[in-house]
């Protein structure tokens, strides 16, 4: 049986962030963590509570429900335009990339 430190929920923090695009740097800015905290949780060190994992699933535009493991659905990151995407992403400032994830909520809460 594998450990909880490289399957589940931690294993899937990580993955969405990956396929987000995002550095843990960029994300512990983005929620107010500090870098290290990040590596904990994606190291299966540190819990998740509720509301933190609805903030990842928000950020990382992925299900709470496929962050625990309770779907199977895939992350759609085979899409060349996703992955152009997600390079030019990290190439902004840390204000920049906030305002553009700012934008990108809105216009999903809109459509």
Known sequence: ???H????LPARLKRAREEAGLSQGQVAR???FHRPTITEIENGN???SAEELAVFASTYDVSATWLLGMT????EMDD????LA?????KLKKEDL??????????????
């Open 5 to 8: 430190k490289t399957t589940g």
């Open 30 to 32: 983005l929620l107010g």
């Open 72 to 75: 199977s659905n895939t992350l």
């Open 1 to 3: 049986m594998k450990s």
């Open 86 to 90: 997600a390079r030019e992403m990290r």
């Open 80 to 83: 060349p335009q996703l992955r």
């Open 98 to 111: 906030h305002r553009l994830l700012s934008v990108l909520a809105t216009m999903r809460e809109n459509s």
């Open 46 to 48: 540190r819990k998740v």
